[in-house]
């Protein structure tokens, strides 16, 4: 099992669109996917159903007031689940204690990967400190969704550089690649913070595939569901996740791990 965790230093930049429907499309391909929200919000739960408010979740765990088998929620996608935050408002009142954290965070992966979980993906609250550094130091692998906008420049290698750090303080988690999100094609400044961080940065560090800033992305998370599903024929723009979750396959390993438990069989035969 893997654990693949989003990471950025500010909101807005399409992490829950991201991890939803990475995580739908890493399901669709046949992986077994546990999608964990851990920003206290609630986005992704939000985005796929407004009733998540209510639920038991991450944070419920991380308080040793529910298990994991109390929390996790099935989808109606095959080897799709989810982990909504649940009742952060509430654990934090009973004054959890953080160094418990760490230890209840291998928890919830051990569980994870005796309920047969292939892919853990972790949506996290915009910030590189508290739940967010816990998680990502816990997490095997890092995507790092970045708008499209001048600041990126400036801020993406104090992002690589604090991620850096946490591996030299021993984490393991190793950049899966960062992701442009928001690029506004028409737009001249947009298109030029994703000419400089291509020159910036080596070509492997970053995802071939960009993410447009669309109205379908909108209309899926109004919707509560991931792109594909938006309309009854998927949208050109669900092609994007699908490709990116076969780049993810390659640069997590995920792909090595693919075996055929019976010959392939034809069509028709």
């Not at 005796?114 to 550094?133: H, K, P, Q, R, S």
Request: charged share 20%.
């Amino acid at each position: 099992m893997i654990a693949i965790a989003t990471a950025s230093q500010k909101g807005g930049v399409g992490k829950t669109t991201l991890c939803v429907n990475l995580a739908y499309c890493l399901a669709k391909r046949g992986w077994s996917v546990l999608l964990v929200d851990t920003d206290p919000q609630g986005g992704v739960g939000l985005s796929l159903s407004r009733s998540s408010r209510s639920k038991q979740g991450y944070y419920d765990f991380l308080c040793e007031t529910k298990t994991y088998a109390q929390t996790v929620l099935r989808t109606r996608l095959p080897g799709l689940s989810l982990l909504p935050a649940g009742q952060f408002d509430a654990c934090s009142r009973r004054g959890w204690v953080a160094a418990r954290v760490p230890g209840r965070l291998q928890d919830l992966l051990r569980e994870a990967e005796l309920d047969g979980v292939d892919c853990v993906i972790f949506d996290t609250a915009a910030g590189l400190n508290g739940m967010t550094e816990t998680v990502l130091k816990a997490s095997d692998y890092a995507i790092l969704p970045q708008q499209a906008e001048p600041l990126a420049v400036r801020s993406v290698p104090h992002l690589l550089e604090t991620l850096a750090r946490y591996r030299a303080e021993g984490a393991s988690v190793t950049v899966a690649g960062l992701l442009l999100t928001l690029v506004m094609e028409d737009a001249a400044v947009s298109r030029k913070v994703v000419d400089e961080l291509r020159d910036m940065l080596p070509a492997s560090l970053l995802f071939p595939e960009d993410i447009p800033r669309r109205p379908i992305f909108l209309d899926a998370s109004a919707h509560g569901v991931p792109v594909a599903l938006c309309t009854r024929v998927p949208p050109p723009e669900a092609a994007l996740f699908e490709r990116l979750a076969a780049e993810v396959e390659e640069r997590t390993g995920l792909r090595l791990r693919q075996t055929l438990p019976t010959p392939h069989a034809s069509l028709l035969d």
